[in-house]
């Protein structure tokens, strides 16, 4: 197979702290898939710490693509919905112009689906745009 080639994109992170693999000294894969990120975030309060942490890998797009429901507002990131699962946390898939490739932006969220940790990770990914 040809080496494939993602586009540039862009992201509102200012909620989140972003690392490379290579800066955070872990490997570049999870699972066997590319590991392009690691976000974190933490919404704090007088007496609440809640804390959510995402990654962003890559993926071919086919027909086994799970059901995916477009971000209200946003451009390119679909909601993956999952029945079967009793995780915590959100996936967005975020396909590439030409539709063969995609990123996977999953959120793991430990204290539950918490209001305004969601609201930053729609935010997150409403934000998301292919750079020209």
Same mark, same amino acid.
């Given at each position: ?5 993602? #586009?540039?994109?862009?992201? =509102?992170?200012? =909620?989140? $702290? ?7 000294? @872990?490997?570049?894969? %999870?699972?066997?898939? #590319? ?6 975030? +933490?919404?704090?309060? @007088?007496?609440? /710490? ?7 890998? @890559? ?7 799970? $059901?995916? +429901?477009? +971000?209200? !507002? !946003?451009? $390119? ?10 995780? /915590?946390?959100?996936?967005?898939? %975020? ?6 490739? &995609?990123? %996977?932006?999953?959120?793991?969220? #430990? ?6 940790? +969601? ?12 750079? &020209?």
């Amino acid at each position: 197979m040809q080496d494939l080639t993602l #586009p540039s994109f862009e992201m =509102d992170c200012r =909620d989140w $702290v972003v690392v490379t693999p290579e800066d955070a000294g @872990i490997p570049d894969e %999870l699972g066997g898939t #590319p590991l392009l990120a690691m976000l974190s975030t +933490v919404v704090l309060g @007088i007496d609440r /710490f809640t804390p959510a942490s995402g990654v962003l890998t @890559i993926g071919l797009m086919d027909e086994e693509t799970p $059901v995916a +429901v477009p +971000v209200d !507002g !946003g451009d $390119v990131a679909a909601e993956l919905v999952d029945e079967e699962s009793d995780e /915590f946390g959100m996936r967005f898939v %975020l396909p590439t112009p030409s539709g063969r490739l &995609a990123l %996977l932006a999953e959120f793991a969220m #430990p204290e539950g689906r918490d209001p305004e940790i +969601v609201e930053r990770v729609e935010d997150l990914m409403r934000s998301f745009r292919w750079a &020209a």
